[in-house]
């Protein structure tokens, strides 16, 4: 099979909302009046954002979820995507579950496949997406006020623990493992929530490389500080067991990362939209802190007493 007849074969449909879709030099896309492009791309590298033997079906969902967690993080509306895409071979059994679970969730959000790029080389996924949101309305990093609630979406943390648990650091039973596992292969992308946010957040960020970190990014754009309670964070893992040691469940939710969850802020007298919000999108939302005029993070447990922050978060460069 040849380059061509591989994207005809697994790509290549009918474009829909593009002007041009896959098959000429570019795809052409128009913008409907009063909006504004959110653009954003993510890359997953073999051996290092997954596993080898991952499968495949999973990673087609897990490579196109991490760019629509994006968008959502802005409020944006998923409109379409390229797919570059570096493969050892031309396998069509690794090709067909990869493409099938991509192209349904991209189907789920309306997001079209426009266009690519396809070599030989080391596994390595790369998708571009595209969204639009109403012109100055996308939620930033930058708007963060003193005295606003932070919150958090879903469930944080369980990707970690599967990952641990994958890796033999930690030993959990079959079905636990299995849903903890889902959590890392098939993250749910917050598309919904982050549209029923504007107006509402003053800043939101997506988690992926951990709650901690992910939440200093709007500190720092925002040049203000945090308090998290840590117990209403702990709450948040949805694997709640004994097999789970307790020091290792805060990690994971405080610095896990792989979540795929929206973090945001808003002022308090926006309480009942964010509930809302929420309830509209089907996404639970929960309180896990407030914004500080003081800069820094500092975290307090369920006494008010405060604990030490050695929570660090991925960096892919980092010692
Ligand atoms: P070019 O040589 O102009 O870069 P290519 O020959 O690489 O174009 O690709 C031919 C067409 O197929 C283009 O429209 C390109 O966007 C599309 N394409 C290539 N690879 C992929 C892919 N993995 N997924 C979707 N479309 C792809
Ligand atoms: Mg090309």
Redesign the pocket.
Known sequence: MGEFEL?DRF?NRPARAADLG????C?LLSLAPGMQMAVSCDMLVSGRHFFADAEPGALGHKALAVNLSDLAACGARPKAFT?A?ALPEADAAWLQPFATQMLALADAHGCE?I????TQGPLTICITVFGEVPRGQALLRSGAQPQDDIYASGTLGDARLALEARLGKLDLPAGLLSAAGLRMDQPTPRVALGQALRGIATAAVDVSDGLLGDLGHILQRSAVGATVYTSDARNLLALQSPLVPEALALHCVLAGGDDYELVFTAAPRHRADVESAARASRTPVTRIGRIDAQKGLRLLDIHGAPVPNTFASFDHFSS
């Open positions: 994207i790509f896959i098959g000429d030099d795809a797919l895409l496949l266009g690519g790029d396809t």
